[in-house]
C-alpha cells in the first residue's frame, strides 16, 4: 500500500493542508496584479503554496503561468536564456508560435531556438552574450510584450529568486531587473525562495532594489487542530488509526514543521499495521533523528568550538548571552565573537533570531543537537 503522506517534492492537491488564507491572499494578489513576496523558513511550502495557487487560478481565462527555479541558474547569462524559453512556453501550447514569438521580440539578441524529439518537452533557447550585454532590457521586457500582443495576463514565478546574489555585479543587475519589471502592466511576479534570511534582506531592506516592490506573504505554522484532522484522515483512509493525544505529539514534538510532519507521520505510518501506540511514535522519532543524523553530523562538522559553544548555549535557553558567567561556562569567547557567531548562525538559518528570543531554526536538528551535545 502506498504512503498517503509527502515530503520532499511539492505535494499536490490531496496533500495539501490548510493555507486557506495564504492561497485567497496570493489568488486575490496574483489576479489583481500585485507583486508578492513570500517569505518563510526553508521547507515549510512555499513552492507548493505556488503551485496550488496558480492550479486554482489556471482555470481563469487569460490568466497564465511561468514556473522558473534558479537553484540551478548560476549566472546572470544563463537566467535570461531560461528566462525568455519559460515566458515564451507560457503564452503559448503550440511549438510553432514559440518560434515565431521568439523570433518577433528579441530581434536585437539574437535568439537560437533547439528543439529535441519532443518539442513540448526539450525546447530551449540561447544567445550571444555580447548582444545581451547590450539589449538586456529586450529580454526583462519579454513578457509585457507578449502579454500585450496576445491579450493575456502573464505570472511570472522565480523560485530561489535570492540566488541571483551570488551573480556578479549582483547589485546593478538588482536595480536593473527592478527599473523594468516595475513598470510592466500585464505581468505579476511572485518571487520566494528557501533562505530566508536573504530573501528577507533583499524585500526588506530600505538600500534594496526590491524594496517595496509589492505584497510581502509571511508563512505562519500550520495550526496544530489542522494537522491532526489531516494525519488521523489520512491514517483512516488507509484502514489504519492513530488516536488524536497521540498524533497531537507527534505534530508537537517536531513543532508543527510542515516537511517534518510529512515526513515523521510517513514513518509512523509505516511502522503501524493497525494503531499508533506510544511505543511506535516513540521509535519512530528515534528513526526521524538517525535519518537525518548525517546531514546534521556535517553542519557541526562546518562550525567553530566558539558556535557550537553558542548552540549549547540556545539549547539551554540561555538569553543573556554576553554575560561572563555564561561566556565562560559555554566557551564562547568574546562579546565581539557571539555577535559575529550569532550573525554567523542565523545566515547559515541554524537559528532564528526574532524579537530578542534566539531558537533553532530546525526542531529535528535541535532534538538531535540536545541528544548528542548533553554536557
Known sequence: MQSPFSFGKRIGSKSFVNRTEEIKRLMLNLRSGINT?????????KSSLVVETAKRLSKEKGLRFCFIDMFSISSEAEFYQVFSQE???????KAEEWLKSGSEMLKAVI???????????????SFDWAQVEKHRNEILDLPEKLARKKKIKIVVCIDEFQNMVSFPNSGKIEKNWRAVWQHQQNVTYCLYGSRRHMISDMFNKSDRAFYRFGDILWLDKISADHWVKFITNKFEATGKSIPSDICLQLVDEIQNHPYYVQQLSHIVWHNTVKGVSPEILKSSINELITINALFFHQIIDNLSPTQIGFLKAVRDGITQMTAVKTMNSYHMGTPRNISKNRSALESAEIIDVSNGNITFLDPVFQIWFKNTFKN
Open 87 to 93: 515566458v515564451i512556453k507560457s503564452s503559448s501550447s
Open 37 to 45: 513576496m513570500i517569505i518563510s523558513p526553508r521547507r515549510w511550502g
Open 111 to 125: 535568439p537560437k531556438f533547439s528543439f529535441g524529439v519532443d518539442p513540448q518537452q526539450d525546447f530551449s533557447i
